[in-house]
């Protein structure tokens, strides 16, 4: 819905702007010309001077746009799809490893220093069942990177390394599954390390695990526990096993015949190939020459990649992939659509990139009026 502007309300009530902005200021709202009100402050305001005000917003692109993320109609629409999991954790208790012995790649030895920078999102084969994986970095400064991940997850992973323990990533992890709302496994790796299986290390890591409301199974809790080695591959099994019953036990469903809809991992621009996104799609399928919207930034999608770089001309629901064809990067976390016409496109993203300019300027304003007010 639109906002309403002093200067809109001004021309709709017939009374002049700045009485209205002298009205505001006498009920305790600052407010410029162009300054953009609440409806309900609309319709107070206009009783101050007598008048009653219906507030009709007109239907606009983006009230279009966020139809696309409606529940399918059609029950029998929907169909299964892949489990998302996301591994979670304290910096190096092993997430990249874990991923890697599932994946059986390589990717801890490409990264630099050995850090995750970076969320990836992967696809794997299990038991003839694609699941896909999203590993994320477990350094202090990647918080919001971990966030992203829980929130696009249908279980998390959470590592913790058997020398080391429930550390401050490990409970802010934790925070971030539980505000997801998501079934949470602990991966309790680095098992093959000499002395850490001892009975005394692993319930003392219950019991920290306990503590975080996190009981484990072994204790009559429902968390379920898998000593894993991303070294040895011990475990391993075990786990994948773990996440294939709990993912059976939600009946994951999408429906793969609607347009597109999903989430933004991250992106940049890349070298020569433009704008580059990370993407997962949750509903429906995502195809080459679809035009979509993401965040502030739309256009037709122009290629589309899997996780190992090959070219593939559409993705289902669950299915990780990397997309080109945007005109501006989105902001990781926004969720994308596919709309039907690239002048709708248009037209949503424009409105977004004026309201992203608008809300940047009222913060100037408000800064500026602060600064008034600190030197008087
Ligand atoms: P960030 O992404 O930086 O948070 O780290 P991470 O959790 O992805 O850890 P990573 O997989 O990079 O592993 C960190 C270090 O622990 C590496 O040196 C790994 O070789 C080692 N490591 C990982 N898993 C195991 C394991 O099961 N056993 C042993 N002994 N070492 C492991
Ligand atoms: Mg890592």
Known sequence: DAPISVRTLSEALGIKANDLLRKLMAMGSMATINANIDDELAVMLAMEFGMTLDVVHERTAEDDFMQAFAPAAEADALQPRPPVITILGHVDHGKTSLLDRIRKSKVVESESGGITQHIGAYQVEYNGHPITFVDTPGHEAFT?????????????????????????????????????????????????????????????????????????????????????????????????????????????????????????????????????????????TLRVGDVVVCGDGYGRVRALFDDQGRSIDKAGPSFPCEISGLDVVPDAGENFAVVDDVGRAREVAEARRLRTRDAAQAERQTVTLENLYNRM
């Not at 790796?189 to 996190?214: C, H, M, R, W, Y």
């Not at 890349?270 to 993407?279: D, I, K």
């Open 144 to 284: 919001a990177m971990r966030a992203r991940g829980a929130n696009v997850t249908d279980i998390v992973v959470l590592v913790v390394a058997a020398d080391d323990g429930v550390m401050p990533q490990t409970v802010e992890a934790i925070a971030h599954a539980k505000a997801a709302e998501v079934p949470i496994v602990v991966a309790l790796n680095k098992i093959d390390i000499p002395n850490v299986d001892t009975a005394a290390n692993v319930s003392k890591i219950f019991g920290e695990l306990a503590q975080q409301g996190l009981n484990p199974v072994e204790w009559g809790g429902d968390v379920e526990v898998v000593k894993t080695s991303a070294t040895t591959g011990l475990g391993v099994s075990d786990l994948l096993a773990t996440l294939e019953t709990i993912a059976e036990l939600h009946e994951l469903k999408a429906d793969p015949d609607r347009p597109a809809t999903g989430t933004c991992l991250e992106a940049s621009i890349s070298e020569g190939r433009g704008v580059v996104a990370t993407v997962l799609v949750r509903e429906g």
